[in-house]
């Protein structure tokens, strides 16, 4: 199981609580959506996946085998080498350009190879339909641009999970089905998918499983 909590409380930095006894799991290869109002708590939880946050109650609460409630800092970096995050802020580093943020990303993440990290970044930037867009600086990128550099940092490992925080807000439709339909592509992989959204027109075209943030709450709607 790639996410396994049980009876969970998720609070935001200042202490609050956003959701309580959350029960919320992910196998290998699901495709997941977690739906709800603007400030029901979906970045919240997505922002514990990643220790962004700490879970301080919770019967378990685990993350790809590691066990959220004893992690120590030090191990944070390594769990989230094996999943790729989209944030809604981007997150991109504004001096370096699109190639310069995402071989930070491979250099860092153990590939030594020039010739190979060259490859892969020209396949990731294909696939998110950025082929030509690696000398440019993120400031010189719309909106749209700078989300699929996000995306095509996510990927660049292969990672066993990606969790996504509204990843198609920023995006004109049709940018968002190409970038949907890689998703879909990537799940069927093997990897796990976990996004957030407002746009549930996309729950229809995309099939998943959808977990609703309420009052409180996270609600399954199988």
Sequence with gaps: MIINYKNATITQKDGIEVLKNVDFH????EFVYIIGRVGSGKSTLLKTIYCELDIDEADEATVLE????TL????????RRKMGIVFQD??????????QNLEFVLKATGWKDRAERSQRI???????GLTGKKDKMPHELSG???????????????????????????????TA???????????K???????????????????????????????SEE
């Design 90 to 99: 981007f997150q991109l580093l504004g001096d370096r350009s699109v190639e």
């Design 122 to 128: 020209d396949q990731v930037l294909s696939d998110v």
């Design 26 to 29: 992910v196998d290998d290869g």
């Design 189 to 219: 992989t093997g990897t796990a998918i976990v996004m957030s959204t407002h746009n549930i027109p996309l729950l229809d075209k995309y099939p998943g499983r959808v977990y609703r943030c309420k009052e409180e709450h996270l609600e």
């Design 72 to 79: 120590k800092r030090k191990h944070i970096p390594a769990l």
């Design 144 to 174: 749209g641009e700078q989300q699929r550099v996000a995306f095509a940092r996510a990927i660049l490992n292969s990672p066993r999970l990606i969790v996504a925080d509204e990843p198609t807000a920023n995006l004109d439709h049709q």
């Design 66 to 69: 590691q066990d959220l409630l």
């Design 177 to 187: 089905i190409g970038i949907m339909n890689l998703l879909q592509t990537i799940s």
